[in-house]
């Protein structure tokens, strides 16, 4: 695997994480290496958008229709992986809404993967949101890092909204993570395909089907409330 390189973009170097620039979010899940806005990853609502790279139409206009109203009339920050498919149509369609994204990488910050995603990434960097990572420059996109870049995305978000994906699916890395951690897990209601890995989810009450950007929030919600009063007791 290998990326684009930034060349002579006029995009400033990877820097270091201030952790003093960030809040809400325990120092052990930040990424150390950062190239934008640090305070993106303060944002009070984070939600990661991910699925397959490759999704079927209705997958895509969902995608996009959701990350629309979350990102530009609801205000939530896109959080995604930069892949080809779900995460770039996620990423853009935040974009296109005004909105703020950050992309979690699986590599050092001196490389865009997949290459053709590299003009994608400029924007996320100078619409005010930032590329993350782990890994410092010259690090490499091996398929291991994919795995860990997954988990590192769920540590930074409030919810994940799975879109679709195959049982064995990169996304369900992401999703069992998410439920690991007690992190909610909206997908697309019925009677949308969101493939062999989210069916069982969403049949078993395990994934929160939803219709919309709004029943996306108002479930999360819902939940994040039950947990609290949980807690209390």
Known sequence: MSGATWGGGGLPPPQ???????????PARLPPYVLGAASALAHPLRVAVIGTRN???AAR????????????????????????GTDAIAHAAALDAGGTTVAVLA??????????????????????????????????????????????LVALVHL????????????????REAL??????????EPADVGGGLAPLRASGQALACADAREVLARFA????????????
């Open 16 to 26: 270091r994480l201030p952790g003093s620039e960030v809040t809400g979010i325990a």
């Open 55 to 57: 999704p079927d139409p």
């Open 61 to 84: 206009r969902w995608t996009r229709d959701v990350v629309s109203e979350l990102a530009g009339t609801l205000g939530a920050c896109i959080v995604s992986g930069l892949a080809r």
């Open 107 to 152: 590599h050092g910050l001196d490389t865009v993967y997949p290459p053709e995603n590299a003009s994608l990434a400029a924007r996320i960097v100078a619409s005010g949101g930032a590329l993350v990572s782990q890994w410092p420059e010259g690090t490499p996109p091996l398929p291991w890092r994919f795995v860990a870049r997954d988990r590192h």
């Open 160 to 175: 994940v909204v799975a879109v679709q994906s195959a049982p064995d699916g990169g996304t369900m890395h992401a999703v």
């Open 180 to 189: 690991r951690r007690s992190v909610p897990v909206c997908v697309p209601a």
């Open 222 to 233: 819902r939940t994040s409330e039950a947990t609290r009063q949980t807690r209390l007791f």
